[in-house]
């Protein structure tokens, strides 16, 4: 009798298990196209993909392993300590369902209830033609044992300054490339270095691009999101220059091909926009406080950096943040001490990984007063228990530009402070803590968003639709009243599409914008500044 009721209890937890297992359509799709599938793709950086039930059942015991670690998705910047924009981050909700979903057998579910399936593209996530792309010549990567970071030098061709709005980097190769860097050289330096290089396409070269004078553009790492500056912030171009484009080939990629190419967004005109730069303003060879950078073999060691206040900076508005440190790196975080004593936390990362850098773009501007004290605290690691050490047994350490060196670099991207500019927002989800559930948001991007929001000028409204539909998107006051109607009865193709629109001339105050289908109507508050 005991021996019946035992196994009357199996049968039964085994049935309850099963109708409370999470399901792949309804349950675990929506997370994995959300956070995962923009890498986990045919022809994504990520080795297999994720967007079919089929793919995410054979893949599922290191999926839930890597999710329960947090190792999937990669992001290194530590929430607690501050938010980025676009954070690829699971909730704890999240997670658990990926886990139990695995654990209750991985049911399919209803697949009619399943989201559509998203598609990517080669050329890029942001929609419309690029105002300058910028291409390699096609690359036969040669790293068998060891990195390469090859960097290639091409004219712009502009005769006009030009202000980046919009960049990304489009992998040729996703499967060799790592990660790149984008330079602007007005100098010619980088174009001499390529001219008389001995390699077939381009001249290798691993901290920089072969000059100091070279103007940081940008970076592209897998799974980012393209950079851009809200309104009306831009990142001149110099008429003339050459774009220096330096890709990462790792170990074990010799014999791949790669054509990696660049896309640039500009500013319509160059009136009224605001200039940003990016600068290493931390960097290990001026404001390190416990100089020199080294790191004895068999040791580990604290390092600080500062740009004391007595270093005067203007007012300025802090947009993102690059930390950089090689493989000795163990955490590192950045920080400022305003004139009244206060910390402004910038970023932390509690556990360092050469290979998946990022420049984080902010939430929220942040103003820097001047008088403010900008600080990084590293730790390195140069015993035989770092598994990334490049030494085996360690050896001394010390700055310097290759792989087996080490730095302690910031970059910061920033702008002359204006008023107001604290409360301009980049991400919403983060900065209002609501991220937007499922219904509402589909491969990373709103079904409706707008952005940047505020503005002041130039409105992106951004959507996705299943399928092509008639679409009407109408300005509102807070009353109901109609005060701009941007689209009437315009057809909207299917999947994703941005539109920009004129806000000039509406008194500064907050509109709702709303989007009109003959399947929904979807609406969105906007704040208009001036």
């Known amino acids: 009798m005991k021996k019946l009721l035992l196994l009357a209890s199996i049968a039964f937890a085994q049935i309850a298990t099963a109708q409370t297992a999470p399901v792949w359509s309804t349950d675990v799709a929506p997370i994995l196209y959300n956070h995962c599938t923009a890498c986990h793709h045919d022809g994504g950086i990520a080795p297999f993909s994720l967007l079919t039930y089929s793919e995410a059942v054979a893949n599922s015991h290191p999926m839930s392993a890597d999710v329960s670690i947090r190792k999937m998705p990669p992001w290194m910047a530590d929430p607690t300590y501050s938010h980025m924009a676009h954070e690829r981050i699971l909730s704890q909700a999240d997670i658990n369902t990926i ?26 996530m942001i929609p419309g033609t690029p105002d300058l792309v910028v291409k390699i010549p096609t690359y036969t990567s040669t790293a068998a044992t060891g990195d390469i970071y090859q960097c290639f030098a091409i004219p712009s061709g502009l005769l006009t300054d030009k202000y980046i709005t919009s960049f990304e980097a489009v992998p040729g190769n996703p499967a060799c490339v790592h990660h790149v860097l984008v330079y602007a050289d007005t100098t010619g ?77 500009f500013a319509p005109t160059t009136t009224g926009i605001r200039d940003v730069y990016i600068n290493p303003i931390l960097y290990h060879t001026a404001p390190i406080i416990d100089s020199p950078l080294f790191v004895a073999a068999n040791t580990t060691r604290k390092f600080t950096e500062e740009l004391p206040s007595i270093f005067t900076l203007p007012d300025l508005t802090l947009l993102g943040v690059f930390p950089h440190m090689h493989l ?23 556990k360092w990984d050469f290979h998946w850098q990022g420049f984080y773009m902010l939430p929220k501007l942040k103003k820097i007063p001047t008088g403010t004290s900008l600080r990084s605290e590293a730790f390195y690691d140069n015993t035989s228990s770092n598994p990334e050490n490049p030494h085996s047994p360690p050896q001394d350490v010390s700055a310097g530009e290759n792989t087996t060196n ?3 670099i910031t970059f910061f991207a920033y702008a002359a402070y204006q008023a107001g500019d604290e409360n301009i927002i980049v991400d919403s989800a983060v900065v209002l803590s609501t991220p937007a559930q499922f219904a509402d948001y589909y491969h990373g991007q709103q079904l409706l968003d707008v952005c940047p929001n505020p503005t002041v000028k130039d409105l992106i409204v951004k959507c996705h639709l299943d399928e092509a539909d008639v679409c009407s998107i109408t300005l509102t006051d ?18 994703y599409s941005a539109f920009t629109y004129s806000v ?6 907050t509109y709702v914008l709303q989007m009109a289908t003959t399947q929904r109507i979807l609406s969105q508050k906007v704040v208009v500044m001036h």
């Open 478 to 495: 807070m009353e109901g009243r109609t005060v701009k109607q941007f689209m009437k009865d315009g057809k909207v193709n299917s999947g």
């Open 328 to 350: 000795l790196g163990q955490s590192i975080k950045t920080y400022g001490i305003h004139p009244a004593g206060d910390t402004d936390k910038f970023i932390r990362i509690n």
């Open 406 to 408: 080490e730095m302690m």
């Open 504 to 509: 000039e001339g509406l008194p500064a105050g």
């Open 99 to 124: 886990v139990n979903w695995v654990a209750g057998g991985t049911p399919q579910g209803n697949p009619a209830l399943a989201p559509p399936t998203p598609t990517y593209g080669l050329h890029g």
């Open 189 to 265: 330096v980088c174009a001499h270095l390529d001219s008389i290089s001995a390699d077939p396409a381009g001249y290798p070269d691993f901290g920089g691009v072969g000059t100091n004078s070279a103007i940081m553009l940008g970076v592209w790492v897998p799974g980012s999101e393209p950079m851009s500056y809200p309104s009306p912030f831009g990142l001149r171009l110099p008429k003339h220059s050459d774009v220096v484009v330096q890709v990462h080939y790792p170990a074990g990629t010799a014999g791949m091909q790669d054509s990696t190419e660049v896309h640039f967004y």
